[in-house]
């Protein structure tokens, strides 16, 4: 059932190593880490990045998770074991280093279905541009679409889920928003295929979080849900719900209605803040939770609909905010 499922960023439960295990010498081991994230009230799995969290042997990582009673909910992949792949991991110029890629991918899909994960998200933040005149853009769309549709034809049984972000680290992304990913998407035509929204990276594409997912939903669906905050400048990865709290129930609202029911994900950064990881994420849970019992004392609230009908805000936002009071009429 949606709203049961959690997962987190792992690489947060590094921050305070100092304080957490005070007879630690040097850094923290993944196992230590995921040990650590496996006391979070309500965590219940994890994404791993790739190749990053995965050694030669998938089933070693997956061990230690499982004996922490967690699952792996998926992996996502990463591209900097090549300081080439900085110019473009599928759409790199330099067509070894963008085969590198593609085949480094394929590997990541194998490893997830080995480890028993039925979702590979690619994040291709490094295939983009920074100046004009920098590259052709029908190249480059033809080298994204080329790539996605061969790793996901690798596997048809795995799920592929694009992430998609404006920038970071390139100036621009060749799938900065859910319009153009969709496009992309449609292009490659793989029944495998879906989107991961994350929160912060729509603010700051300047969409409205849950018309995307509305959008996403309608023309493909929803593989990932990454839920964070921030300003709408940048992936601030702020606790989830600090900043935009009517847009963040908007989303989960959408989202359960397209009947999404995988793991919501906290993308945030509590180690950016000198927060303690493990108090942040539990915060997260409980108030996604909140969230979801305002979801439904608005399902059965026909005056939302009714006033969304007529295009109302000012009803609208107040069932909104009774919701969130678990209300249906002011006290």
């Known amino acids: 059932m949606f709203g049961n499922r959690f997962a987190t960023r792992i690489n947060s439960f590094a921050a ?19 040990q650590r994230a496996a006391t979070v ?17 998938p089933t070693e990582i997956a061990k230690v998770v499982a004996d922490c009673g967690l699952s792996v909910s998926g992996l996502a992949m990463r591209y900097y074991t090549n ?27 194998d490893a997830a279905r080995t480890i028993g994960a039925p979702m590979m998200t690619l994040w291709l933040g490094q295939d983009g541009f920074d100046y004009t005149f920098q590259c052709d ?13 061969e790793v996901a034809a690798h596997d048809a049984d795995c799920l592929i889920s694009i992430e998609y972000k404006p920038n970071e680290p390139r100036a621009y992304s060749v799938l900065p928003d859910a319009a153009t990913t969709l496009l992309a998407i449609k292009e490659v035509g793989a029944a495998n295929l879906g989107v991961t929204i994350d929160f912060a990276h ?32 940048r992936d601030d990865g702020l606790m989830v719900a600090a900043v935009h709290e009517q847009a963040t ?60 009908g007529q295009q109302d805000p000012i009803t609208a936002q107040e069932i909104a905010r009774l919701a969130l009071a678990g209300q249906t009429t002011p006290s």
């Open 249 to 308: 129930l908007e989303l989960l609202r959408e989202v359960k209605r397209g009947g999404f029911d995988g793991a919501i994900y906290f993308d945030t950064f509590p180690d950016a803040s000198g927060l303690d990881p493990v108090a942040e994420c539990a915060a997260n849970i409980r108030t996604v939770r909140r969230m979801l019992a305002a979801v439904d004392i608005m399902a059965g609230d026909n005056r939302l609909a009714d006033a969304q």
């Open 16 to 34: 305070g190593a100092a304080e957490y295990w005070p007879d630690l010498a040097g850094k923290p081991s993944l196992a230590q880490i995921i």
């Open 137 to 149: 853009y029908a190249a480059l769309w033809e080298d994204e679409i080329a790539g996605i549709a």
């Open 41 to 57: 009230d309500g965590l219940t799995e994890l994404d791993l990045n790739y190749p990053d969290h995965v050694g030669a042997d």
């Open 202 to 233: 729509a603010l700051y594409a300047d969409e409205q979080p849950a018309f995307a997912a509305a959008l996403i939903q309608r023309h493909s669906k929803i593989l990932g849900l990454h839920l964070n905050d921030g300003y709408a400048k």
């Open 83 to 109: 300081p080439a792949f900085k110019r473009g991991a599928f759409t790199n110029p330099d067509r070894a280093v963008r085969r590198e890629a593609i085949d480094l991918t394929k590997r990541g899909i």
